[in-house]
């Protein structure tokens, strides 16, 4: 209890890191509620990165952020942020149908950009933006764009995708949730024209593990049901969905919800692969050893906070002519991963503590891109397109139509 507590703790209030004199200068657009979780908490201790600015709408509003968050400096537009040669990066926690244009922008301003997912409103705009030809590998120091999925670079992730063999996943379930008094009627979420909805909140963390235990993407939107106020004003953002795609090998499953009850359940993934024959020189030539394995990751979208990774292996020894059995049984193991050394030899030697939230781990391999650094896990430009292709599959299927696409160009 006492190691919970003590991560948790300094993942809240992490060490205060030495800045180096090439540290990365971001400017923040917008005074966003997820802006401390995402940037500002993480950057306390990496030494190459200082948040050094913010703009909002409200000047006064940014004023008041910056105060309570010690940047050191307010600007009274985002322009003025594009336009600052000492900013380096731009964060964009911006209304979801905002991202677009303002990363389009930062990027043509030569901005590295840390952009909230989902990157955009919609696969169109998502084309647009990741195909920008200033982000061509043929220019000079082109700029770094990474959609900020940050629980894909948790160690936890990783770790439980050593377990999972792609080709042999006939089902995943997976579903994550906020209560119901997180998200209030007025908020984003439920707006349309800002692209709300709980698939652009929380369905895309969903949708990216998905793909990742797949290992592809979907073929096809079976269904897709949601659950909306029906007031009359908020009827396109749904508050729950539910949502069956059809991959290559099986059935993925995702549902989330911004009404769940009043405690939060943790976001679950859960694997299930089809039978497969298990090579044992023990047994005699009649029979064969097969295996189930089913593997499940509980809390994959704030793993610092607490997650668990099972794996349940059913064996069974049987007659190759008549299927009967002989024998059965069942292996249960349970793990955690709060750093890459924990993830496997893969990732051994890489950075790392086990008090870093995903969002850390995110803004390391950020850093690192810019720097020239390799990095353990990235989200590419066409990893971001086919994500909100997925997205787009859904709201198609479900009636409800894409997130509207922005006239900017």
Not at 244 to 258: D, H, K, V
Request: aromatic share 10%; proline share 7%.
């Amino acid at each position: 209890m006492f190691s919970l507590l003590n991560r948790v703790f300094t993942s809240f209030s992490p060490p205060v890191a030495e800045k180096k004199k090439d540290a990365i200068r971001f400017g923040v657009l917008g005074a966003a509620k997820i802006t401390p979780m995402a940037l500002i908490t993480p950057a306390i201790s990496h030494p190459e990165v200082i948040v050094q600015a913010i703009a909002a709408r409200d000047r006064s509003r940014a004023e008041a952020f910056a105060r309570k968050h010690g940047i050191p400096e307010v600007r009274d537009s985002y322009e003025e942020i594009l336009e600052d040669p000492n900013i380096d990066a731009v964060f964009i926690p911006l209304p979801n149908a905002l991202h677009y244009e303002w990363a389009v922008r930062s990027v043509r301003a030569g901005k590295h950009v840390l952009l909230e997912k989902p990157s955009t409103d919609n696969e169109t705009e998502a084309t647009i933006l990741f195909n920008l030809p200033e982000l061509s590998l043929s220019q000079p120091n082109p700029p770094v764009l990474l959609e900020a999925c940050h629980s894909r670079f948790h160690p936890a992730l990783h770790k439980f995708l050593t377990f999972v063999h792609p080709p042999d996943v006939v089902h995943v379930h997976t579903d994550s949730m906020v209560p119901w008094w997180f998200v209030g009627k007025d908020n984003l979420e439920y707006n349309y024209k800002l692209g709300g909805g709980s698939i652009m909140a929380l369905g895309t963390y969903n949708f990216a593990v998905l793909r990742m235990i797949f290992g592809s993407e979907p073929e096809e939107c079976l269904t897709c049901t949601t659950e909306v106020l029906g007031d009359g004003i908020h009827d396109q953002c749904d508050y729950t969905f539910r949502a069956q795609f059809r991959f290559a090998t099986g059935i993925g499953e995702a549902t989330s919800t911004l009404k769940g009850p009043l405690w939060w359940k943790p976001s679950e993934a859960r694997v299930t692969h089809r039978e497969v024959v298990i090579p044992d020189k023990t047994l005699p030539d009649t029979q064969e050893k097969v295996r189930t394995r089913q593997v499940t990751l509980h809390g994959f979208m704030h793993a610092v906070l607490w997650h668990r990774i099972d794996v349940q292996d059913s064996y069974v020894i049987r007659s190759i002519v008549s299927q009967k059995p002989v024998k059965k049984w069942v292996e249960s193991s349970s793990h955690k991963a709060y750093t890459y050394e924990d993830a496997g030899d893969a990732f051994a030697g890489l950075p790392g503590e086990d008090w870093w939230m995903s969002y850390r781990y995110q803004l390391e391999a950020f850093v690192d891109r810019i720097k020239g650094r390799k990095t353990p896990y990235w989200v590419s430009g066409d990893d971001s397109i086919k994500q909100m292709r997925m997205v787009d599959m859904a709201y198609s299927k479900n009636g409800l139509g894409l997130r509207p696409t922005s006239s900017f160009r």
